[in-house]
Structure formats: C-alpha cells, structure tokens
C-alpha cells in the first residue's frame, strides 16, 4: 500500500498538449500556457529551487576558516565540504539526463532532495567529518536537479516567445548565491556557529520538497533511455572527472609534490577517462558523442569557457584573499556584496534583455574583455586597499559573470540541436564539467601561482633587509617601543620588534604577490577576448567571401 503510495506521489501527471507545446527533447516539460497567477508561482519556485540549489555550497565555501575550528578539522579536511560537492555534481550530470528522459525529472528531484534533507538533518547530531562529507555529496547531486528545475521552472513562468530569455534567467539565479551567502551567513554563524547554517540549509531543501510537489512541472515525454553500458560509461567517467576535481580543489592546500595520493588519483583518472570515451567512440548510440565533442567549433567553445571561468575566479579567490589578507573579514565586506550582488542581477537582466541568437559569441567576448580591464585595475593594490576599493571592479567582473552565462550555455545547445537532440547528452555533460572544473582549476591555478609569487617576492624582501641599515634598525626600535609597557627586557623587545617588521614584510610580499595574480588574469583574459575577436572577425570575412563567391556565379 505504502509502495503504491509513493510510486503515485512521484509518477507524473497525464496532461494532453497542442503539437506546438511539446517537448522538443524527451524529459524536458512541455511548455503550455499558464494563467497570470501560476506563471508567478513558478517563477517564484525557480528563484527558490534556484537559489537552493546554490546556497548550501556557497555558505560552506565562503565560511571556511571559521567552520574549520567549530567541526574541528584542519586545512585540509574543510577544503574535502566544497570539493565533494563539485566532485557529486559534475558527476551526477552525465546520469541525470538519462534518467529524466526514461522516468521524469520530478522522481530524481524528489529522492535526492529527500536524502539532502535527512542527510543535514542527521548531521545536525553528529559532528563529524565523514558526516560533512555526505551532506555536501547529497548536496552536489540535488543541486544538479535543482538547477534543472530552475531553468524549467523559469521557462513555465515566462511567455513562449520569451523562453531563451527564460533560459538564461533560469540558469543565471544559482550564481547570485555566493554573494547571497557572503551577506547573510556571518549572521547565522555569530547564533549558534556551524549548526545554524546547516537549520537554514535544511529549510531551504525542506521548502524546496514541498513547493515542488504542491506546484509540478508539465509532464515531460518519456522513453526508454538507458543501456547497460551507460552505466560502465557513468562509472568511469563520473569517477575520473571526480578524481581529477579532488586533485584540483586538494593540490593547492597539501601542496602539489608533497601528496603521494595526488599521483596515484591522476594515475588512475587518467586512463579511466580514456577508457570512457574509447567505449563512448564505439557505439552505436553514444551517451558522450565523441567524434562532435572533438570538432573543432566545440574544442573552442570548451577553451573559451574553461578560460572564463578560470578569470572569473578573480572575484572568488583573488580580491577575497587579498582584503583577508589584510585583516578584511566577512562583517567588513557587506556593502562590497551589496554591490556584487546588485551588479549579478543586472548582469542576468541585461543578457536576458540583449539577447541575440545569431550573436551569442559576442557578449562573451564582452565579458570576458571587462575582467581583463578590471583585474588590471586591481593589479595597483597596496596594503592600504580595503574594500571601497574594489567597489567598481568587483562590480564589472560580478555582472560580466552573470552576463557571459546564458549566452555561453545557449551557444553550445544551439549547435547541439543543429546535429540533432541525441547531442544535447553531451553538450550538458561537458558544459558541466566545464563550469565545475574551470572553478576548481581557477582557484587551482590562481592560488598555486599567489603562494610561488608570495615566496618569491618575501625573499626578495627579507634579502634586502640588513640590520646595519638605519632604516631597518629605526623600525625594529618602533617595534620594539610599541610593546615596551608590557616588554620590560630590552634584548626581548628588540625581538619583538624584528618579529613585528618581519609580519610586515610578509604582508607586503602578499600584496605583491596577489597584484602579480591580478595581471596574470589580465593578461589571460586578454588572450582569450583577442582569441574571441580572431574567431569572428574570420567568420566575418569567411561568409563575406562566401557571399561575393555566390554572387559572381
């Protein structure tokens, strides 16, 4: 009875559409018309599901240091809560399509919503690591169906000809939540520390179950989806682009040649990988069509959006780290979030609003040319920079973020559909891993050159300093005066002031180092938007030539 119950709650409803409302990919939701009130419903739940989706991961990514000492765990364990989540997300992505195409999208929902929610509520008793862990792996996989459900959600809340529009909407409210969880979260930690995040994590799923079950999406048509080796390809894939996001959300923090497990994950990940796509370049009905995601035109599109992401990591890692730094913490950064978030609504609103299918390139192009001129600017930090600073170029860099997203994800399924809906499999696992990995590699790729920058510049630092130089000896003596109420030994605050002047130097070495950080973004978002530029201009003069070609014959 129970069974029969519950097999009910999630079968999907029988509606019956005109031809032009269906469905043109199997497991997506037809698109039929909705009075006024259930279109502001939906939307409603997009902006929840959405949101619901992002904040989880936001508010542990951004709270790591002060997590680490309320659970208890050390640099390493906390740096496992973010990287788990990228690992179960990415992964999960490649299955949750077939599934939704063979059984609906509504079941997934429903049963990993419903393990996110028992796993945090379960982890509200149990401090512990391992406890950690699998919330933010249930959490990787819901907020997989979650931004789905987002997008489809959109896409019922707005009119038909508006559904690109919705699209890009839909897929750019998840990104609001990082700036979300910097505003608020403090807030939640100063109550009862790790516990009231994980209260507020659990209401978010806990409304998200019951808004999606009381309001459902059209029912999407359904067939027969998965094969046998779908699930040899899931394993291997899902299990190599899991490994290779431990090793690049884990390299930075254990340090690359210090870790033997680093190796031996990239001794496994790589051939694993292989393995899948020798499998996928084989079949006759390929969950991952090699032979188009080797093409030429989606190599590009993969270097450009990995690119993106990796700059857009300025926001995330750099000038984050930089205001830390220099004594900056959560409770200082509220109108800096303000901001951010403000500029990543309009960077949605304005590409929804410009939107041009037969330009899609262009405003990433755009995007990608505002980071450059904004990490630039920053590259003039000083250790007087707070805040107020990075104002207006946290601001671009937060609205070219939202603004290159819809546009980048519309580009890759247009081509997708062009060679058929088969293809749209694969353009949403690589669009996903593209977006997952490019995070982690930024932040990657951007801490390891900051730490080798701040070696270098701190040793260069230190070797000019001479005790004998009166300068140095006139600042050791200041030091040493600015403790000498509490210092009475003379020998014991000369120290103290040496200690002093070194934590100087190694402020300063930072600064340094993160302005080194700035241009290297700078300068490879300037790659990528003269790459970008080179791209159009020849498609330009290709259907120029193609055109006179015409002409004349």
Same mark, same amino acid.
């Given at each position: 009875?129970?069974?029969?119950?519950?097999?009910?709650?999630?079968?999907?409803?029988?509606?019956?559409?005109?031809?032009?409302?269906?469905?043109?990919?199997?497991?997506?939701?037809?698109?039929?018309?909705?009075?006024?009130?259930?279109?502001?419903?939906?939307?409603?739940?997009?902006?929840?599901?959405?949101?619901?989706?992002?904040?989880?991961?936001?508010?542990?990514?951004?709270?790591?240091?002060?997590?680490?000492?309320?659970?208890?765990?050390?640099?390493?364990?906390?740096?496992?809560?973010?990287?788990?989540?990228?690992?179960?997300?990415?992964?999960?992505?490649?299955?949750?399509?077939?599934?939704?195409?063979?059984?609906?999208?509504?079941?997934? =929902?429903?049963?990993?919503?419903?393990?996110?929610?028992?796993?945090?509520?379960?982890?509200?008793?149990?401090?512990?690591?391992?406890?950690?862990?699998?919330?933010?792996?249930?959490?990787?996989?819901?907020?997989?169906?979650?931004?789905?459900?987002?997008?489809?959600?959109?896409?019922?809340?707005?009119?038909?000809?508006?559904?690109?529009?919705?699209?890009?909407?839909?897929?750019?409210?998840?990104?609001?939540?990082?700036? !979300?969880?910097?505003?608020?979260?403090?807030? !939640?930690?100063?109550?009862?520390?790790?516990? =009231?995040?994980?209260?507020?994590?659990?209401?978010?799923?806990?409304?998200?179950?019951?808004?999606?079950?009381?309001?459902?999406?059209?029912?999407?048509?359904?067939?027969?989806?998965?094969?046998?080796?779908?699930?040899?390809?899931?394993?291997?894939?899902?299990?190599?682009?899991?490994?290779?996001?431990?090793?690049?959300?884990?390299?930075?923090?254990?340090?690359?040649?210090?870790?033997?497990?680093?190796?031996?994950?990239?001794?496994?990940?790589?051939?694993?990988?292989?393995?899948?796509?020798?499998?996928?370049?084989?079949?006759?009905?390929?969950?991952?069509?090699?032979?188009?995601?080797?093409?030429?035109?989606?190599?590009?599109?993969?270097?450009?959006?990995?690119?993106?992401?990796?700059?857009?990591?300025?926001?995330?890692?750099?000038?984050?780290?930089?205001?830390?730094? !220099?004594?900056?913490?959560?409770?200082?950064?509220?109108?800096?979030?303000?901001?951010?978030?403000?500029?990543?609504?309009?960077?949605?609103?304005?590409?929804?609003?410009?939107?041009?299918?037969?330009?899609?390139?262009?405003?990433?192009?755009?995007?990608?040319?505002?980071?450059?001129?904004?990490?630039?600017?920053?590259?003039?930090?000083?250790?007087?920079?707070?805040?107020?600073?990075?104002?207006?170029?946290?601001?671009?860099?937060?609205?070219?973020?939202?603004?290159?997203?819809?546009?980048?994800?519309?580009?890759?399924?247009?081509?997708?559909?062009?060679?058929?809906?088969?293809?749209?499999?694969?353009?949403?696992?690589?669009?996903?891993?593209?977006?997952?990995?490019?995070?982690?590699?930024?932040?990657? !790729?951007?801490?390891?050159?900051?730490?080798?920058?701040?070696?270098?510049?701190?040793?260069?630092?230190?070797?000019?300093?001479?005790?004998?130089?009166?300068?140095?000896?006139?600042?050791?003596?200041?030091?040493?005066?600015?403790?000498?109420?509490?210092?009475?030994?003379?020998?014991?605050?000369?120290?103290?002031?040496?200690?002093?002047?070194?934590?100087?130097?190694?402020?300063?070495?930072?600064?340094?180092?993160?302005?080194?950080?700035?241009?290297?973004?700078?300068?490879?978002?300037?790659?990528?938007?003269?790459?970008?530029?080179?791209?159009?201009?020849?498609?330009?003069?290709?259907?120029?030539?193609?055109?006179?070609?015409?002409?004349?014959?």
């Amino acid at each position: 009875m129970l069974a029969a119950r519950i097999r009910r709650f999630l079968t999907e409803e029988d509606w019956t559409f005109a031809p032009h409302e269906r469905a043109m990919i199997p497991g997506s939701p037809a698109s039929p018309e909705h009075p006024r009130r259930r279109q502001i419903a939906y939307g409603a739940i997009a902006v929840l599901v959405g949101l619901t989706g992002g904040l989880g991961n936001a508010m542990i990514s951004v709270n790591t240091t002060q997590l680490q000492g309320s659970l208890g765990l050390d640099p390493a364990e906390i740096a496992w809560l973010p990287t788990v989540y990228v690992m179960t997300n990415t992964s999960i992505n490649l299955l949750l399509i077939k599934f939704r195409q063979q059984y609906g999208l509504r079941p997934f =929902t429903m049963i990993f919503l419903g393990l996110y929610a028992l796993l945090t509520f379960g982890h509200l008793f149990v401090r512990d690591f391992w406890s950690a862990i699998a919330v933010r792996a249930a959490s990787g996989m819901a907020g997989a169906a979650l931004s789905s459900l987002s997008l489809y959600y959109m896409m019922q809340a707005l009119p038909a000809k508006w559904r690109l529009k919705a699209v890009v909407v839909g897929i750019g409210i998840p990104q609001c939540a990082i700036p !979300l969880a910097r505003l608020f979260s403090p807030d !939640l930690l100063s109550m009862s520390q790790w516990r =009231t995040l994980y209260l507020f994590e659990l209401g978010l799923a806990l409304l998200s179950l019951a808004a999606v079950s009381l309001l459902r999406l059209p029912p999407a048509e359904r067939k027969p989806a998965f094969e046998r080796l779908d699930f040899v390809t899931f394993i291997l894939f899902g299990g190599s682009v899991a490994l290779f996001a431990a090793v690049l959300g884990e390299g930075r923090i254990v340090w690359w040649t210090q870790a033997p497990w680093i190796g031996w994950a990239l001794v496994v990940a790589i051939p694993m990988f292989a393995a899948a796509l020798a499998i996928e370049h084989n079949r006759a009905n390929p969950l991952l069509n090699t032979r188009w995601l080797g093409s030429a035109d989606i190599v590009r599109f993969a270097i450009v959006t990995i690119m993106a992401r990796i700059v857009l990591s300025e926001q995330t890692f750099a000038a984050v780290g930089l205001l830390t730094t !220099l004594g900056q913490n959560n409770d200082q950064f509220g109108t800096l979030f303000v901001i951010i978030l403000l500029a990543s609504i309009a960077g949605v609103v304005a590409s929804a609003v410009t939107l041009d299918v037969q330009k899609l390139a262009h405003p990433v192009m755009l995007a990608i040319g505002m980071v450059a001129v904004a990490s630039f600017i920053d590259s003039f930090s000083t250790s007087l920079t707070r805040a107020p600073q990075f104002y207006v170029t946290q601001a671009v860099i937060a609205f070219a973020g939202t603004f290159f997203l819809g546009p980048s994800l519309l580009f890759g399924m247009t081509r997708a559909l062009q060679q058929g809906a088969g293809h749209i499999i694969s353009f949403i696992a690589l669009f996903g891993m593209l977006n997952a990995i490019g995070g982690l590699g930024g932040s990657a !790729l951007l801490g390891t050159y900051q730490t080798i920058q701040e070696k270098t510049h701190s040793a260069a630092i230190v070797q000019s300093i001479s005790p004998t130089d009166p300068i140095v000896a006139a600042r050791i003596a200041a030091g040493g005066a600015a403790v000498g109420r509490v210092v009475g030994d003379p020998a014991l605050r000369t120290a103290e002031g040496g200690a002093l002047l070194a934590q100087t130097a190694t402020r300063e070495a930072n600064v340094l180092a993160y302005n080194d950080t700035f241009r290297l973004i700078a300068v490879l978002a300037a790659l990528t938007t003269a790459y970008l530029a080179f791209l159009l201009i020849r498609r330009g003069w290709r259907e120029r030539r193609a055109a006179l070609s015409e002409a004349t014959t």
